[in-house]
C-alpha cells in the first residue's frame, strides 16, 4: 500500500514554468540511479559485481568532498544496494571471492555514524595504543548526522542533512554530557555567544499554515500574528464554520473535558488513545479538524496525530489541554514534560550550522587528529576536511568509506572466540580483516543478516524495530524576500507532500555568519515523512520506506517547485528564477524506533526487543541509537559506552 498520493504529475509546460530545465545544482538521476552512470555502463545492477571497483578508493582522490555533493543524498545510490541484495537472500550467490586485507586491529567498528566514532573515541579511551578501523557505508561519515554544504553568491552556507539538535527528552548521562565536554563543546554557552533565535521575530516574521487546495478546498496562507484571535486568524479561510468555531475551541478555551478525574487518572485515559482520537471523541470537534492537526506531529514522530498518544503531544504544548489540569511530569513514552526539557546537559536551542555533524567532524579530530583542522569547537564548522587522510596505514584509527559490512563472525567458539572476522563490501570487491573485538554500531534491524551465529531469539528481537522513515531538503533560493513579504519564517502544509517549510535558522560560530538581509541567499529546509494513517507506526514506517525507494529525484524536485510556488508566489517567489540548488537527504531508515504504547506490547523491564537483541555475542558488541530505543544523539553515545564496556569487562 502507498500512502496518500499527493505528488504532481509531471506536464511539460507546467515543467518549463517551475524550473525544473533550469541548470541548477544538482544531478540528474533517474530512480535514483545517476543518468551519467547509467548511460555509460547500462543501468547499474542492484549491487556492483566484483571487478568493476576502481583501482584507488573514491575517498583518496584529491578534491573528494561529499559534503558539498548535491541531489539524493543520505541513503545515497550505490549505498544500500549490498545491504538490501544481503536482506533479499541473493547477495552470496552473486559475491566474488573474499580477498583477505591481512590487516588486523584491535577493535573493528561497523557504523560511521555517532555511535560508531564515539565507540572508537571510548575505546581508545581506555585502551590509547589501539588500532581501530571504522567501516561505514555511505559516502561520507556521520550516518544520520550528515552535512549539506552550498556555495551560494560566493559564500558558504550550511544545513544540516539530518540530525539537527543537541536535546533529549531525558539529560545527558555523565557519559554523554563528558563526551561533549571532551570534544569542547558546551551546548548552553555556545547557545548563548551564537543562537539568534530572536532574529526572524526582530524582522517580524512568524509562522504560517497552508492549506491547500486539494485537502482543503482552496490555497490559502494563515500567517500567525501575535496577538490576534483564532477567529480571526480563520475568517478568510475555506474551512466550514464549524471547522473555523472548533478549531478556535481546541486552540483558546480552557475546557476540562475529562470532568471527574484525577491527574493521573486522566494521564492514564490519553495515554491510551491518539490525539486524532482525542479530538474527535472527547473534545467532539468536528471531523474537519483533523486534516488541520494531522502532520502537527510528523516532525517529532515520524508518523500522524493518528498514531501518536494524546498523553505524548499534551507534553510537547499541543492544543486542546489547558482545562484539564494535568499536573507537571513526565509522558511515560517520550520523557518529556510539559514544563519542557530537564536541567542536566543538551539545549534546545543550541545547534551548529550543519546540525550534529559538527559533533561527528570533532570526533573525527579527536580520532584522526591532522583530517580535520583547527582546535575548537567553533572552528570545525568552517574546517575543510582533507578526506584522503582517513584510511591512512600509518594511523591508529582508519576510517574506511563506502564499506557495507556483510558479514561479523566469531572466531573460534563464540564462548571463548580468539577474536573477530569482518567481510565488507567496497567497491564491488569483497574484503576481509580480522580484530580482537567489534562493536556493531549499525542499524541493529540489519545485524541478523550480518551474523547468522546469533540465538533466533534475539535475531527476532532486532527485527522488531522499523525506524521511521523521513525526507530533510535542502534548498538554496537566491534570496528571501518572498517570506518577508508575507511575514513568515516558517510555513506548516498539513496537506501538501511537504509537511513543513522554515528558513534556515540563524546561527553566527566561529567564522560562519548566517545571512541576514531578505537579499541574500538562503537555506530553505522542507520536511516530509510518507507515513499511511490508519496504520500501525510500524508498518507505516514499512510503507514509507518503500515509497522512499521508489521515488526519483526528478518527483521530489517537482514537488519542490510546486509548493514552493504555491506557497511563497503571492510573495514574488518564481521556482525557475529562484531556486540554485537542492539537495534531497532520503533517511528511509531514520529515526530509532521508540515503542509506541497505542500500538506496542508493555514488556517488563529488561524483556523489551532493543534489550534481548543488544545482547554481546562473544567479541561482537551491538551499539548505535537502535540499541537504546531511543532516536537522539545521547542514546547512540550512551549505547557506544555500553558496548565498549561489555567487550573490555569481557
Ligand atoms: C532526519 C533525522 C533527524 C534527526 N534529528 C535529531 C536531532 O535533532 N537530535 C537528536 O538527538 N537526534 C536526531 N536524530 C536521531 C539520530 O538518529 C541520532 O541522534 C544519531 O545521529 C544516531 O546515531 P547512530 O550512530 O546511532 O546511528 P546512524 O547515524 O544511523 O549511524 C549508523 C551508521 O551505520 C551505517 N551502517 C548500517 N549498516 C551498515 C553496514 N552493514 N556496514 C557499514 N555501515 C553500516 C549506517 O549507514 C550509518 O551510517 C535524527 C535522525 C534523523 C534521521
Not at 75 to 104: C, N, Q, Y
Not at 191 to 208: A, E, I, M, V, W
Not at 445 to 472: D, G, H, N, S
Request: proline share 6%.
Amino acid at each position: 500500500m502507498a500512502p496518500k498520493d499527493q505528488r504532481i504529475a509531471p506536464d511539460h509546460a507546467c515543467d518549463h514554468a517551475l524550473g525544473m530545465d533550469e541548470a541548477i545544482t544538482r544531478r540528474d538521476f533517474l530512480n535514483g540511479v545517476s543518468i551519467a552512470a547509467g548511460a555509460a555502463g547500462g543501468l547499474l545492477p542492484r549491487f556492483a559485481a566484483p571487478g568493476l571497483a576502481a583501482a584507488a578508493a573514491p575517498q583518496d582522490a584529491p578534491g573528494y568532498y561529499p559534503p558539498a555533493l548535491t541531489g539524493l543524498r543520505g541513503s545515497h545510490p550505490g549505498s544500500f544496494e549490498a545491504a538490501h541484495a544481503l536482506r533479499d537472500g541473493d547477495f552470496w550467490s552473486h559475491a566474488g571471492k573474499i580477498v583477505d586485507t591481512r590487516e588486523t586491529y584491535d577493535l573493528v567498528v561497523v557504523g560511521g555514524g555517532i555511535s560508531g566514532l564515539a565507540a572508537a573515541h571510548f575505546y581508545r579511551a581506555k585502551r590509547p595504543d589501539a588500532r581501530i578501523l571504522v567501516l561505514d557505508n555511505h559516502d561520507d561519515f556521520g550516518g544520520h548526522a550528515k552535512r549539506n554544504e552550498f556555495a551560494v553568491g560566493g559564500r558558504l552556507e550550511l544545513m544540516n542533512g539530518g540530525t539537527l539538535l543537541i536535546d533529549s527528552p531525558r539529560p545527558y548521562s555523565t557519559v554523554a554530557d563528558g563526551l561533549l565536554k571532551a570534544l569542547g563543546i558546551d551546548p548552553i554557552a555556545l547557545s548563548r555567544k551564537c543562537s539568534r533565535n530572536d532574529f526572524y521575530p526582530s524582522l517580524g516574521l512568524t509562522r504560517g499554515v497552508f492549506l491547500d487546495r486539494e485537502t482543503f478546498g482552496a490555497d490559502h496562507l494563515i500567517v500567525m500574528t501575535d496577538g490576534v484571535r483564532w477567529a480571526q486568524r480563520l475568517a478568510q479561510t475555506p474551512l466550514s464554520p464549524q471547522v473555523k468555531s472548533d478549531i478556535a475551541r481546541i486552540e483558546e478555551a480552557a475546557i476540562d473535558y475529562l470532568p471527574g478525574l484525577s491527574s493521573a487518572e486522566k494521564k492514564t485515559r490519553l495515554a491510551g488513545m491518539s490525539y486524532r482520537d482525542y479530538l474527535l471523541n472527547v473534545v467532539k470537534a468536528d471531523p474537519g479538524v483533523i486534516a488541520f492537526y494531522q502532520a502537527r506531529t510528523h516532525g517529532e514522530w515520524g508518523v500522524g496525530i493518528d498514531a501518536v498518544s494524546a498523553l505524548d503531544v499534551w507534553a510537547f504544548h499541543f492544543p486542546g489541554f489547558a482545562g484539564l489540569d494535568l499536573k507537571a511530569g513526565a509522558a511515560p513514552h517520550t520523557g518529556y514534560t510539559a514544563a519542557g526539557y530537564a536541567e542536566g546537559g543538551g539545549s534546545y536551542t543550541f545547534h551548529f550550522p550543519d546540525g550534529n555533524a559538527s559533533i561527528a567532524r570533532l570526533l573525527v579530530r579527536d580520532l584522526v587528529a591532522d583530517s580535520v583542522p583547527g582546535h575548537s569547537a567553533e572552528d570545525v564548522v568552517t574546517a575543510r576536511i582533507d578526506y584522503s587522510r582517513l584510511d591512512r596505514p600509518a594511523s591508529a584509527v582508519r576510517l574506511r568509506l563506502g564499506s557495507t559490512v556483510v558479514c561479523a563472525r566469531n572466531v573460534g567458539d563464540p564462548t571463548s572466540p580468539v577474536g573477530v572476522e569482518v567481510v565488507y563490501s567496497r567497491g564491488g570487491e569483497l574484503n576481509s580483516v580480522r580484530a580482537q573485538f567489534c562493536v556493531l554500531a549499525c542499524w541493529n534491524m540489519m545485524i541478523p543478516y550480518l551474523c547468522p551465529e546469533l540465538p533466533e531469539r534475539q535475531k527476532q528481537a532486532l527485527r522488531y524495530a522499523v525506524k521511521t522513515p523521513l525526507i530533510y531538503v535542502s534548498v538554496a533560493l537566491r534570496n528571501w524576500r518572498p517570506f518577508k513579504a508575507l511575514g513568515v519564517s516558517s510555513v506548516y502544509a498539513p496537506g501538501s507532500y511537504f509537511s513543513t517549510l522554515s528558513l534556515n535558522q540563524v546561527v553566527d560560530i566561529g567564522d560562519y555568519r548566517s545571512p541576514r538581509s531578505p537579499d541574500e541567499p538562503m537555506l530553505v529546509r522542507m520536511v516530509r515523512t510518507p507515513c499511511q494513517p490508519g496504520l500501525s507506526e510500524r508498518e507505516q514506517n514499512r510503507v514509507g520506506q518503500v515509497d522512499i525507494f521508489n521515488t526519483s529525484f526528478e518527483t521530489y524536485e517537482r514537488n519542490i517547485r510546486a509548493e514552493l510556488a504555491r506557497i511563497l508566489g503571492p510573495g514574488g517567489f518564481d521556482p525557475a528564477r529562484d531556486i540554485t540548488a537542492i539537495t534531497v537527504n532520503r533517511w528511509p531508515h531514520g529515526y530509532a524506533y521508540e515503542y509506541n504504547q497505542l500500538f506496542d506490547p508493555e514488556w517488563p523491564e529488561g524483556q523489551q526487543p532493543h534489550v534481548i537483541g543488544r545482547a554481546r555475542i562473544g567479541s561482537i558488541a551491538i551499539a548505535n541509537s537502535d540499541a537504546g530505543a531511543a532516536a537522539y544523539t545521547d542514546s547512540a553515545i550512551d549505547q557506544a559506552n555500553r558496548a565498549v564496556e561489555e567487550l573490555l569487562q569481557s
